[in-house]
């Protein structure tokens, strides 16, 4: 969803997705307010975090959705993918289990989201190399395979967490032009 704002040029909802545990909820605080929790705890209230992006002369807001732990029993409602412009889909390169449910998650969003809307692939934890299940090539054909891209990112590091929005972002932009 797009929608015009007085302030901003244009308001772009973004979705989190992938299983519980997969780090969704610290790469929105990462990236909106920099910040990581080491402890594991589920969202409860916070719906959405939002920023301000500049792409060239316009101003934008970012609102993203975060699950508020509603995953954990597949629970996920037609309103969370109301309307969304762009989603992450975010595994653990750590857990294999994390990676095979990537197919349903897709199936998901292409059922309750808009046609076509664009989605990032993401392998979090990154920074956990030596625990590594989900070799990058894996990933790699399977986003192909969907046409999707893929990124790695570390929560924890910040790394590649800006890059993983900016993707999206820049998909999202790309697909009304
Ligand atoms: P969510 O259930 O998908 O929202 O996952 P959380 O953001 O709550 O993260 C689950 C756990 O993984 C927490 O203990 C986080 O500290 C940890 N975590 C998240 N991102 C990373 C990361 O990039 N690297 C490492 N090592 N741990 C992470
Ligand atoms: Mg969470």
New binding site residues.
């Given amino acids: 969803m797009v929608t015009i704002d007085e302030e901003f040029d244009m308001v772009i909802k973004l979705v989190?997705i992938?299983?519980?545990?997969?780090?969704?909820?610290?790469?929105?605080?990462?990236y909106t307010r920099d910040e990581?929790?080491?402890?594991?705890?589920?969202?409860i209230g916070v719906d959405f975090a939002t920023r301000t992006i500049q792409i060239g002369k316009k101003k934008m807001k970012t609102q993203i959705w975060?699950?508020a732990?509603q995953?954990?029993y597949r629970a996920m409602t037609n309103a969370y993918y109301r309307g969304a412009a762009g989603a992450l889909i975010?595994f653990?390169i750590?857990s294999l289990n994390s990676f095979d449910s990537i197919g349903r998650w897709l199936q998901e969003i292409r059922e309750y989201g808009d046609p076509g809307v664009p989605i990032v692939l993401v392998g979090?934890?990154?920074?956990?190399k030596h625990l590594r299940q989900v070799p990058i090539s894996t990933a790699e054909l399977f986003a192909h395979e969907n046409s999707l891209k893929y990124i790695e990112?570390?929560?924890?590091?910040n790394?590649n967490v800006e890059s993983a929005f900016q993707f999206l972002i820049t998909e999202i932009i790309n697909s009304f032009s």
């Fill in positions: 989190l992938g299983d519980t545990g997969v780090g969704k909820s610290n790469l929105l605080s990462r990581f929790n080491s402890e594991s705890k589920t969202t975060d699950t732990g995953e954990r975010v653990d750590c979090n934890k990154f920074d956990l990112t570390s929560a924890l590091l790394s």
